[in-house]
């Protein structure tokens, strides 16, 4: 079985302020992917990047970055500078072959309120 | 191009009366998938189309829940006989690469079912 864990609930910032979104996952399969997603108000989820299981590289993307480490089993979620927009909650996901392939596993969610 | 569409975006209904949720996925995509958003239970996997076809339909909860996708494109989930704890919000999903872990998956806005 697979498994992905967001232990922070929600967590609150005041604009400007970096914050960093845990996610850490399980999964017996060498290839897999991970991902990030995020759920504005609106309710739309919204694809923000995907990382494969033998892609180690950091990533960034803006004020977005991601760390990955799989001797941790983690995928961590950076926002530098925070902006009020950036108020959501974030899903981190996985899939893997013998996961179901095509299906998504989601965690629980890191509602992310940024205030002024 | 137009994204995800699901139709109604709020649905009320009674206990014990069927109901229909739409799903018309970005055109060109042939993967296809239903997610149920829930309190209790978080982001959860329903089912899965490749086509018309459902090779997955592993996180349908009950029989009462069935879908169906004609053309390759639109998809219908249906409910019969629903009970209080269907209420939930009703994701859909559709990518368009062919069946493998790596999907990206674009998501709707979902339709908000409220069973009283």
């Known amino acids: 079985a697979q498994k992905v864990t967001q232990a922070q609930t929600e967590i609150s910032v005041v604009e400007k302020e970096d914050v960093t979104l845990d996610c850490v996952y399980e999964?017996?399969?060498?290839?897999?992917?991970l991902f990030w997603y995020k759920q504005p108000p609106s309710g739309e989820l919204v694809f923000l990047i995907r990382r494969n299981s033998f892609d180690e590289q950091n990533e960034i993307s803006g004020r977005y970055s991601w760390n990955f480490q799989k001797s941790t089993s983690s995928f961590n979620f950076t926002i530098t500078a925070s902006q009020v927009v950036d108020s959501a909650v974030y899903f981190c996901?996985?899939?893997?072959?013998?996961?179901?392939?095509?299906?998504?596993?989601f965690g629980t969610g890191t509602q992310l309120k940024v205030e002024l | 191009g137009a994204g995800v569409s699901q139709s109604p975006s709020n649905k009320v209904t009674e206990k014990g009366k069927d109901v229909e949720l739409r799903c018309d996925p970005i055109?060109?995509?042939?993967?296809l998938y239903w997610y149920r958003q829930s309190l209790g239970q978080g982001l959860e996997f329903l089912i899965y189309f490749q086509g018309n076809s459902a090779p997955d339909k592993s996180g349908l909860p009950s029989d009462r829940f069935s879908a169906e996708r004609t053309g390759g494109s639109v998809s219908t989930l249906t409910i019969q006989r629903t009970q209080q704890e269907d209420s939930a919000v009703y994701l859909c999903?559709?990518?368009?690469?062919?069946?493998?872990?790596?999907?990206?998956?674009?998501f709707g806005a979902g339709t908000r079912l409220s069973v009283l």
């Open positions: 055109s060109g995509h042939t993967a």
């Open positions: 996901a996985l899939t893997s072959l013998t996961g179901g392939g095509n299906k998504l596993t």
């Open positions: 999903a559709s990518s368009f690469e062919t069946g493998s872990a790596k999907n990206i998956q674009y």
């Open positions: 999964t017996r399969d060498t290839t897999y992917y």
